[in-house]
């Protein structure tokens, strides 16, 4: 099956006074027809800004300085500014953390979807308008002919962001990524749709990345998963094998530190130290100063391999052994 994203080699780079920072640094992966792929890492591992970069929204002081980005065979950083357009919020689209990235706060929401429809399709404005409506109720907002009417104002941060995720939905994207857009929502409402956006790659062949910290939630939802570090994918492979039997000690060490995994009553288990700049990463790994695994052979920088199925961007390996998990 071909890979409706393949992005291979991907660098972006932010320059400053202070030097560069590498945000994203060699980084590979694809996504199929229908896949769900889990993308996590703590804050400032580079995630977001993955996702910024498919998409062409990074700005200046930031630059995609190389690799490729393939969607359905099409190179998105060798396109036209013109195409792009044609092609993002259609082909592509992004939800956000935060909804008003998408909302526009002075235009009302039937305003807003009707165009997000007339943009790239060639229907009425009433087929658009019905095609708005579908979208709010698939996302669980009720009443669904008054709040078209509503202002984003008028809606909590919750409903916000269903509106947000009903307007990535629209135009039947080939691919969404989505920026941990379920954070601000109630556990109901992000089951709700966690299952909508998992019934909807299934049953159209939609793509999907999702970026969180959250390891429940890709537990839950993905099909793979890539465990990113300071800019780089250090693991990745099928959700059932990674999070069960990781390799990378930056993975098994992000996985044992979930409470569910720690005697109770007892200190949270951690990694120790912290996410080194990165204006100033250290030479070769950059997990290497944190790892119990380290030796000398970890300041040369380790290229990715595979190993048990999964890919890998380490010199040691743990050994493959199930974690437990504790009451």
């Given at each position: 099956?071909?890979?409706?994203?393949?992005?291979?080699n991907?660098?972006t780079?932010?320059?400053?006074?202070?030097?560069?920072?590498?945000?994203?640094?060699?980084?590979?992966?694809?996504?199929?027809?229908?896949?769900?792929?889990?993308?996590?890492?703590?804050?400032?591992?580079?995630?977001?800004?993955?996702?910024?970069?498919?998409?062409?929204?990074?700005?200046?002081?930031?630059?995609v300085?190389?690799g490729?980005?393939?969607?359905?065979?099409?190179d998105?950083r060798?396109?036209?500014?013109?195409?792009?357009?044609?092609?993002?919020?259609?082909?592509?689209?992004?939800?956000?953390?935060?909804?008003?990235?998408?909302?526009?706060?002075?235009?009302?929401?039937?305003?807003?979807?009707?165009?997000?429809?007339?943009?790239?399709?060639?229907?009425?404005?009433?087929?658009?308008?019905?095609?708005?409506?579908?979208?709010?109720?698939r996302?669980?907002?009720?009443?669904?002919?008054?709040?078209?009417?509503?202002?984003?104002?008028?809606?909590?941060?919750?409903?916000?962001?269903?509106?947000?995720?009903?307007?990535?939905l629209?135009?039947?994207?080939?691919?969404?990524?989505?920026?941990?857009?379920?954070?601000?929502?109630?556990?109901?409402?992000?089951?709700?749709?966690?299952?909508?956006?998992?019934?909807?790659?299934?049953?159209?062949?939609?793509?999907?990345?999702?970026?969180?910290?959250?390891?429940?939630?890709?537990?839950?939802?993905?099909?793979?998963?890539?465990?990113m570090?300071?800019?780089?994918?250090?693991?990745?492979?099928?959700?059932?094998?990674?999070?069960?039997?990781?390799?990378?000690?930056?993975?098994?060490?992000?996985?044992?530190?979930?409470?569910?995994?720690n005697?109770?009553?007892?200190?949270?288990?951690?990694?120790?130290?912290?996410?080194p700049?990165?204006?100033?990463?250290?030479?070769?790994?950059?997990?290497?100063?944190?790892?119990?695994?380290?030796?000398?052979?970890?300041?040369?920088?380790?290229?990715?391999?595979?190993?048990?199925?999964?890919?890998?961007?380490?010199?040691?390996?743990?050994?493959?052994?199930?974690?437990?998990v504790?009451?």
């Amino acid at each position: 099956m071909t890979a409706t994203l393949q992005v291979e080699n991907l660098q972006t780079h932010f320059f400053s006074r202070g030097g560069v920072a590498r945000a994203v640094d060699d980084v590979s992966f694809s996504v199929a027809p229908g896949q769900v792929m889990g993308l996590v890492g703590e804050s400032g591992s580079g995630k977001s800004m993955t996702g910024y970069s498919i998409m062409g929204l990074i700005d200046e002081p930031g630059k995609v300085v190389g690799g490729r980005i393939l969607l359905n065979g099409e190179d998105l950083r060798t396109i036209p500014a013109n195409r792009m357009r044609e092609i993002r919020g259609n082909r592509i689209a992004m939800i956000f953390q935060d909804p008003m990235m998408t909302l526009n706060p002075v235009l009302r929401i039937d305003t807003q979807m009707v165009e997000a429809v007339l943009a790239h399709q060639d229907v009425s404005k009433d087929a658009a308008l019905a095609l708005a409506r579908d979208a709010l109720v698939r996302v669980g907002i009720a009443a669904p002919d008054e709040r078209l009417h509503a202002y984003p104002h008028q809606f909590s941060g919750g409903m916000r962001q269903r509106v947000a995720i009903a307007i990535a939905l629209l135009n039947k994207p080939d691919l969404i990524i989505c920026d941990e857009p379920t954070t601000a929502l109630d556990v109901t409402i992000q089951g709700q749709i966690l299952f909508e956006m998992q019934k909807l790659c299934r049953e159209s062949g939609t793509a999907l990345i999702w970026i969180t910290h959250d390891l429940s939630v890709v537990a839950g939802l993905a099909d793979t998963v890539s465990v990113m570090y300071a800019g780089r994918i250090v693991e990745s492979g099928a959700v059932s094998q990674v999070l069960t039997q990781p390799r990378h000690p930056y993975t098994y060490g992000l996985i044992a530190s979930a409470p569910s995994r720690n005697p109770r009553g007892q200190p949270l288990r951690q990694i120790p130290g912290s996410t080194p700049s990165l204006l100033n990463l250290p030479s070769g790994c950059a997990f290497r100063d944190r790892c119990t695994h380290a030796t000398v052979e970890c300041s040369q920088t380790p290229e990715t391999r595979m190993v048990d199925n999964r890919a890998l961007r380490c010199f040691h390996p743990m050994a493959d052994a199930p974690l437990e998990v504790t009451s």
